[in-house]
Nanobody, 124 residues
């Protein structure tokens, strides 16, 4: 069946790095916009980064620009996170959009139809 499975989360000291992976199975999402979202306790889910396979344009939230890098290889999506801060602590989710070309504006969770179960990132 169709699913996204994230991995790579953990606990890391401030200034450290983590790389998240998201493997898609059950369907070929290589032509669709995909993205990473995060949700901290008591806060709304926010879009972190998105990319498609068209012109390889990428979106990054202002809070992660210059520190996070999104990339993809066929049906695997990655998020390289450097210079991590305590405010990056959250559950991180990957998701596949309902469209092929990512929108330039901040991603809206309602535009993403398939979600992974999440992987926890903690920066004490």
């Amino acid at each position: 069946h169709v699913q996204l499975v994230e991995s790579g989360g953990g606990s890391v000291q401030a200034g450290g790095s983590l790389t998240l992976s998201c493997v898609a199975s059950g369907y070929d999402y290589s032509g669709f916009c995909m993205g990473w979202f995060r949700q901290a306790p008591g806060k709304e889910r926010e879009g972190v980064a998105t990319m498609d396979t068209g012109d390889h344009s990428r979106y990054y939230a202002d809070s992660v620009k210059g520190r996070f890098t999104i990339s993809r290889d066929k049906n695997t999506l990655y998020l390289q996170m450097n210079s991590l801060k305590p405010e990056d602590t959250a559950m991180y989710y990957c998701a596949t959009a309902l469209f092929r070309t990512c929108l330039a504006n901040s991603p809206v969770p309602q535009d993403y139809g398939v979600w992974g179960q999440g992987t926890q990132v903690t920066v004490p």
